[in-house]
């Protein structure tokens, strides 16, 4: 598998299928790992740090699930693949600052990547479409039962797995959902839910997770804290309130329907007239109106449309991804009307 041909594919977590995936987009765990007598990255020398990026690679080579899986070093990737991967939630945006002594492990249909050297010796996540969190945790947990035996983990009986940060000690766990709440967002009951979540442990996050803010009504919501607090807890207490933010989602889009029915209809289908016939577009004009012909898919105004055709554009729409689409570098005014011609072009038959 090549870097450039995951351009193309639609990952795992686009699918737009499983539980609730009319509004869940997807369902993420992620696992802070470390290695014994290792120091954190952050106080790390740069020969420390290759020296766990080898020893990693190496288990990794020996593991029966990531056979088949591709092993890149963040210092033979260009920026612009770099930022491909962050695009496509396969690396964070702090991975691919300062790439020495850095890697990615990405499985097949990326359902699984392995962060080497990122805040942690090992970030371990799952990716899984709509609300899925029980099949992404057994398959986290079958991974990282293997690695444990490859790697001598750094591990306390009272405090639990030692991480980076304190608020990762214990499990190592973070569980997430991105939540797509645009009807929330139009009946302004968003501040009190964000609200309502937080005061209950949990955070809200943009689109891009930490340190970004929501983007085309989407929302990332995930626990804040993992010590004194088990797995099957944690699965438990984000699966419950992520099905009452869906739940309370699913009435605001109902009220809508009711009491302004053409208004609703009016802002979908404006956003698809103008995906279908602008000349330049920027991305966040791009991802607000996908959010509307979404909306409207799933609403079943636009039959035409499938949930994973959109759910993949959210994605190309980006910068990286249209330079890698394209082989070349493009400025930003080459990218807007790139853009627009490959939204006009995916959705001229609706």
């Not at 803010?213 to 984000?238: M, Y």
Request: charged share 25%.
């Amino acid at each position: 598998m090549k870097l450039i041909a995951l351009a193309g594919q639609t990952g795992e977590w686009l699918r737009g299928a499983g539980p609730e995936s009319e509004i869940v987009l997807s369902s993420r765990i992620r696992l802070a790992r470390n290695l014994a007598d290792q120091p954190f990255p952050e106080w790390a020398a740069p020969a420390q740090r290759r020296a766990v990026l080898e020893t990693v690679e190496a288990a990794v080579g020996r593991s029966k699930f990531l056979k088949n899986a591709l092993v890149l070093r963040m210092s033979d990737l260009s920026e612009m693949e770099q930022l491909f991967l962050v695009e496509r939630h396969l690396i964070s945006r702090d991975h691919a600052r300062q790439p020495e002594g850095k890697g990615v492990v990405i499985s097949d249909r990326e359902i699984l990547s392995i962060m080497i050297n990122e805040e942690d010796h090992l970030r371990l996540q799952v990716l899984q479409s709509g609300l899925n969190l029980s099949e992404a945790w057994a398959m986290l947990r079958r991974i990282d039962e293997e690695l444990e035996k490859e790697l001598p983990l750094a591990f306390d009986s009272v405090w639990g797995y030692l991480t980076a940060c304190p608020t990762n000690v214990g499990t190592g766990m973070r569980v997430s959902a991105m939540l797509h709440l645009p009807c929330l967002v139009m009946t302004r009951q968003i501040n009190r839910v964000i609200h309502a979540i937080t005061k209950l442990g949990l955070t809200a996050r943009g689109f891009y997770g930490e340190g970004t803010e929501a983007s085309g009504n989407f929302f990332q919501l995930s626990n804040q804290v993992s010590i004194g607090v088990g797995e099957e807890e944690l699965l438990d207490s984000l699966g419950r309130i992520v099905t009452q933010v869906v739940g309370q989602e699913r009435a605001a889009r109902q009220a809508l329907i009711g009491h302004s029915k053409a208004a609703l209809e009016d802002r979908v289908f404006r956003a698809l007239g103008t995906l279908k016939s602008a000349q330049l577009i920027s991305s966040q004009e791009a991802i607000d109106r996908l959010s509307m012909v979404r909306l409207g898919v799933d609403l079943g105004l636009i039959p035409t449309l499938q949930r994973e055709g959109v759910n993949r554009l959210l994605v190309q729409i980006q910068p990286a991804h249209l330079q890698m689409l394209e082989g070349r570098v493009l400025t930003p005014a080459e990218r807007d009307a790139r853009r627009a011609r490959l939204l006009r072009e995916s959705l001229s038959a609706s």
